[in-house]
């Protein structure tokens, strides 16, 4: 089956020797939820613009559903959604206006995009405001009128630039159930900060660093490479200086790090937990807990922990 998106040795350069990507190579299944992370400024947004045709590269190949994007933009525009980072809404417009045009844009008949409309104005909660502009919507108003808008023709592609910044928790969970439900209809493209969004949601991620992939795969392939030993967090009452001096001092701990009343502990091996509790008797112990490596244990491990400007 061919991929939903190809990349191959795609570069992008700007006349400021800045090297946005760098022989980028990537290919993209067929009615997935694909997830792509990386810091501030490693190239995620260029690569989107060249995707979606707003951009062309310096050299490589960039290919979505088949369509060369260097001459075929005309028929990737018509298959693809985009929620940009930017709000492109028309002012002039209301809510439901902007979403009729974008049909009309489409070549949609009048009687589905008006039923669509109505599930997606339902589906935001902006059934009430729909006769009303978005001048007069919150930040995170606005962002669920541009998702809907992208969602509006069924796209076989879609983009989604950090789709739910902004958003309110119930309406980030409304956008991510809506994306489970349509994923195998559509190859959806995300780009998130939120990593536990492209852990839950996402079947295969990539991480990208100064244009460049790193690092590929499900998110469990992703944190098998992780070194070191089980973590446990040990969150104390009271006197946790003492015990904090203690856990330091034993053989089978690699490293103790303290956060206010806690303290997390790297153990030799899993085993180690009934020495770690012995040696605990009489502490003042509010909880003990496993800590499981995270999709953002990989992201610190894999590009660094300094900010980004």
């Known amino acids: 089956m061919t991929p939903a998106i190809r990349t191959t040795s795609l570069t992008k350069q700007y006349e400021s020797n ?51 994007t260097r001459t075929k933009g005309r028929e990737i525009r018509h298959l693809i959604g985009v929620v940009s980072q930017e ?95 349509i994923a195998g209809n559509m190859t959806i493209f995300l780009t998130t900060h939120y990593l536990e969004e492209a852990e839950q949601l996402c079947d295969c991620i990539a991480i990208m660093d100064h244009g460049r992939m790193i690092a590929q795969g499900t998110t469990q392939e992703l944190k098998e490479p ?21 856990l330091r001092n034993m053989a089978c701990v690699k490293s103790v790090s303290i956060s206010g009343r806690t303290a997390q502990v790297e153990l030799e091996r899993w085993e180690c937990v009934a020495e770690v509790v012995g040696n605990l008797n009489g502490a003042a112990v509010r909880r003990i807990s496993l800590r499981e490596r995270t999709l953002e244990d990989v992201f610190i491990s894999l590009t660094g922990a300094g900010v980004r400007e």
């Open 87 to 181: 709000n492109s809404l028309d002012r002039y417009l209301t809510a439901r206006e902007n979403l009729e045009l974008h049909g009309r844009l489409h070549g949609m008949a009048a009687a589905d995009y008006r039923k669509k409309i109505d599930e997606l104005l339902d589906l935001m909660g902006l059934a009430g405001r729909q006769k009303d502009f978005p001048d007069t919507f919150s930040g995170g108003m606005q962002r669920r009128l541009v998702i809907s808008r992208a969602l509006l023709h069924q796209p076989r592609v879609l983009f989604l630039d950090e789709p739910t910044t902004g958003l309110d928790p119930q309406s980030r969970r409304a956008v991510w159930e809506y994306i489970r439900s």
């Open 226 to 246: 992780l070194s070191g030993g089980t973590i446990y967090e040990i969150e104390f009452d009271s006197e946790q200086s003492r015990y904090f001096e203690l």
């Open 18 to 68: 800045l090297t946005a990507l760098a022989d980028f190579n990537l290919e993209v299944a067929q009615g997935s939820i694909f997830g792509l992370l990386g810091p501030n400024g490693a190239g995620k947004t260029t690569l989107i613009r060249i995707l979606t045709t707003l951009m062309r590269q310096s050299s490589g190949e960039a290919f979505v559903e088949g369509f060369d």
